[in-house]
Nanobody
Framework: QAQLVEYGGGVVQAGGSLSLSCTGSVSPFSDYAMGWFRQGPGKEREFVAGISRYSSKTVYTDSVKGRFTISKDYNNRMAYLQMNYLKAEDTAVYYC???????????????????WGQGTQVTVSS
């Protein structure tokens, strides 16, 4: 059973930065698009950012465009989410997810990913 594990959550002041990491045992790693989702208090889980198999395409939800950056490291089977200019409304549990895609440019934005991490808490204090 493939596993994804997130690292890097924590507490940060508004305007600050955090970097989330996700390590995955999905194989081959290059067959998978990676996504980050989040679920805030009392909210449904939402798509945050996604990256295609070979990093040729990235997609972001509007609320994080220009502030968050998703990336992949194939050699180390890692996915990252760099979060800058954090806001209180970014407070949520963040989940890493992997989906095997046929197209190298596909970036799924719905929740039908194949594998999920356990989540890491990000708290932004205002």
């Amino acid at each position: 059973q493939a596993q994804l594990v997130e690292y890097g959550g924590g507490v940060v002041q508004a305007g600050g930065s955090l970097s989330l990491s996700c390590t995955g045992s999905v194989s081959p790693f290059s067959d998978y698009a990676m996504g980050w989702f989040r679920q805030g208090p009392g909210k449904e889980r939402e798509f945050v950012a996604g990256i295609s198999r070979y990093s040729s395409k990235t997609v972001y939800t509007d609320s994080v465009k220009g502030r968050f950056t998703i990336s992949k490291d194939y050699n180390n089977r890692m996915a990252y989410l760099q979060m800058n200019y954090l806001k209180a409304e970014d407070t949520a549990v963040y989940y890493c997810a992997a989906k095997r895609t046929r197209s190298t440019d596909e970036v799924p934005t719905t929740g039908n990913y194949d594998y999920w991490g356990q989540g890491t808490q990000v708290t932004v204090s205002s």
